[in-house]
DNA sequence: ATCACGGTTTGCA
DNA sequence: CTAACGTGCAAACCGTGAT
């Protein structure tokens, strides 16, 4: 079961560095296809929050023309032409997946950051470089054996070149879902840059891309070979750092322990149109207790509260109506109670009838420490001693029983506004309940 | 003219 | 059967009032 790790070597000058980005493909559809065979080599979508839109493809949907994000509304018949699978989604499903990918992955190597659900940087740096294709494939097998699930492995001297490295371990066969930029002589790697659309760049977007190209940056090699300074005045600082970045200059350090939020926002958009204040102040307490939780699990306060709702801005027939608003505290807290009374206030000063509210949430914004306390002499943090058992109590219980075993009682019982998810699996590694029992 | 601020918009994944 | 378009975060931007 232990496979031999690499002894890194240090050498003094500063070493070529060598950043990995693992990547699941087509993570959702991938979930669902470990655990019901029947779906592989079927089209299959997975659905956002609400049965809203697409948000993971199989290949085969990717080849209909589905595009990320598309409503599901709007390629339902399409769906139903060419067979198209498409289930809720299961998030509890998949951040048990990504849980098990990303501790195989730290056992490749002691610097990790795991940059979302279903990707991670790996540092290896100073491992023998010619051997670090060997070592990506090694990875591959093992969480594919492990977990079911398939990986590709992009290689090169930063993290926005080994974005790019996994785009082409993806799209281009001949590298077999490993390519490492650093052990391609530089001229190919120019010419394969050359090839690679400038929108592939990790931080250019569908806005970025379109403005690039019309100054004549069409492709990777293009953007790479522009000069940093003069872009850093018509854009910004980020895209200096990403062309420099391209160069190999590393800009974007890996942050392997996740900075503290600055913000946290829950937010929830309705499965029916709510209209009443009743319905409203209970989604705006599960938010806050939601929101709340986080802010404690990265021992934080928070020193204002942000409540909004709104109604579709998508219903042309019906009266459009979105409001918000910051209620500062009067001390950091992270105390659930004192939270929630505090959007609830505000809520009522935002709440006209007669709408129909489509999505409500809440932020919590001014985010102190709780540890540093690097907090000025006028805004000290007073929890009381009481309060902080209390939450404290509160979150362990719900650790061991189970999410949202011990909540207010103002969130609500019935739900009736709560979000659809009309085909959502079972959740096979966290939920003995939903396992489907198979006999024979 | 410049700054700090807060609220809003933009952009990305 | 209806009607139906996500969420979370940071940074940039922008108007305003104070200095």
Redesign the pocket.
Known sequence: MQTPLYIRSHSNSAPKRSIALIDVNNFYVSCERVFNPKLVGKPVVVL??????A?ARSNEVKALGVG??A????F?DLARQHGIIALSSNYALYADMSNRVMSILRQYSPDQEV??ID?SFLDLTGFPSRDLIQYGQDMRQRILKWTGLPVCVGIGSTKTLS?LANHCAKKRPQFNSVCNFNTMPPRELDDLLGQLDV?E?????????P?LQALGFNTVLDLKRADPERLRQQ????MEKTIRELNGTVCIELEEIS???????????FG??VCDYNSLAESITL?MS??AV?LRKQQSFAG?V?VYIRT?P??A??PFYSN???I?MPSPTNDTRQLVKVALWGLKQIYKPNYNY??A?V??G?IVSGQGMQIDLFSQVQTSPKSSALMAAMDSINRKMGKESIKLASEGFKRPWK??Q?SKSPSYTTKWEEVPLILN
């Open positions: 956002s929050n609400n049965d809203g839109c948000v990320m994000g409503p599901w509304f709007k339902k940059y979302s990707e974005k929108g760049i990790w931080g250019v977007g569908r806005k970025l891309a403005k854009f910004s600082v980020v900075p503290a939020k600055q913000q946290i926002i829950s937010s929830r958009s029916y149109p938010y939601r929101a986080k204002s942000y579709s998508f219903k027939d019906d918000g608003m910051t500062p489509a999505k949430g932020m919590l001014e979000m659809k009309e």
